[in-house]
């Protein structure tokens, strides 16, 4: 559960480039929003790795209830300045929730997988499963909202609507997730058995781990390069369907 919250808002976001367009409808959104959301979260990743001393299971706790809460505010934001009408800010608002999410992810992304990386692999392993399962959840949510409705303004305004609530609810019980995955006795057990002194003295530098697995890391390295570097600025700008319309870019991100 927790894995697939990490990743559903920035998915929330890129497969409601229709929406977006019709909102913003001279302006580069798919390209603006990716550079936002990498920036601010590569620079807290970069933050929690370089404070790698934060070990304790309170401050992971802590972390991922406020990286939680940052994702549901910045999910409330899109369907929020809708009902206002649009004002002028809003463009400026928008983007300033996707660097939000950003931050959020950066929390969540080095606390989860830090913390699931103290237990055996069967955790790592479900929360990776998670976050990949993540956008396939999203873009199922999205069809059917879009689907459910008239193919007009008004219908896509309310689908996307939608979409961002229900959103919202699975990130809301992620935040009642967190507070109540410590208190599992299974977790409580697990923690027992970890070394009592977690300190950075006691373990392993991120260089000295990877130089013992290069070609992992390359690999991972590369895959993210080329995924980033067409999703989804191009998938979802640079490529038109006289036939699906505004169907075709998000049918082509959940593809």
Same mark, same amino acid.
Request: with cysteine; hydrophobic share 45%.
């Given at each position: 559960?927790?894995?697939?919250?990490?990743?559903?808002?920035?998915?929330?976001?890129?497969?409601?480039?229709?929406?977006?367009?019709?909102?913003?409808?001279?302006?580069? #959104?798919?390209?603006?929003?990716?550079?936002?959301?990498?920036?601010s979260s590569i620079v807290v990743l970069i933050f929690v790795l370089?404070?790698?001393?934060?070990?304790?299971?309170?401050?992971?706790?802590?972390?991922?209830?406020?990286?939680? %809460?940052m994702f549901v505010l910045s999910s409330m934001v899109p369907p929020?300045?809708?009902?206002?009408?649009?004002?002028?800010?809003?463009?400026?608002?928008?983007?300033?929730?996707?660097?939000?999410?950003?931050?959020?992810?950066?929390?969540?992304?080095?606390?989860?997988?830090?913390?699931?990386?103290?237990?055996?692999?069967?955790?790592?392993?479900? #929360?990776?499963?998670?976050?990949?399962?993540?956008?396939?959840?999203? %873009?199922?949510?999205?069809?059917?909202?879009?689907?459910?409705?008239?193919?007009?303004?008004?219908?896509?305004r309310i689908s996307a609507h939608l979409y961002f609530i229900v959103?919202?609810?699975?990130?809301?019980?992620?935040? #009642?997730?967190?507070?109540?995955?410590?208190?599992?006795?299974?977790?409580?057990?697990?923690?027992?058995?970890?070394?009592?002194?977690? %300190?950075?003295?006691?373990?392993?530098?991120?260089?000295?781990?990877?130089?013992?697995?290069?070609?992992?890391?390359?690999?991972?390295?590369?895959?993210?390069?080329?995924?980033?570097? #067409?999703?989804?600025?191009?998938?979802?700008?640079?490529?038109?369907?006289?036939?699906?319309?505004?169907?075709?870019?998000?049918?082509?991100?959940?593809?």
């Open positions: 559960m927790l894995g697939a919250g990490n990743l559903l808002p920035w998915n929330a976001f890129i497969t409601s480039v229709d929406f977006f367009g019709n909102l913003y409808p001279t302006r580069h #959104v798919e390209k603006v929003f990716f550079v936002a959301y990498m920036s370089s404070r790698g001393g934060w070990s304790k299971k309170l401050i992971y706790r802590l972390r991922m209830n406020w990286g939680f %809460s929020t300045i809708d009902w206002l009408g649009r004002p002028k800010e809003a463009y400026a608002v928008t983007v300033a929730s996707v660097v939000l999410c950003g931050l959020a992810d950066g929390l969540i992304g080095g606390s989860l997988i830090g913390s699931a990386g103290k237990l055996p692999k069967e955790y790592i392993q479900a #929360v990776f499963a998670g976050t990949a399962s993540s956008g396939v959840l999203v %873009s199922i949510l999205r069809i059917t909202t879009k689907a459910s409705l008239p193919q007009t303004p008004q219908g896509l959103t919202e609810i699975i990130l809301m019980c992620c935040t #009642v997730c967190c507070d109540f995955l410590y208190k599992l006795p299974i977790m409580e057990q697990h923690f027992k058995l970890l070394p009592v002194d977690d %300190s950075l003295t006691c373990r392993p530098t991120f260089w000295g781990v990877a130089r013992k697995i290069p070609w992992p890391i390359f690999g991972i390295l590369s895959i993210y390069i080329v995924t980033l570097s #067409v999703f989804p600025g191009f998938l979802a700008e640079s490529l038109a369907s006289k036939l699906l319309k505004d169907w075709y870019p998000f049918l082509l991100i959940t593809v």
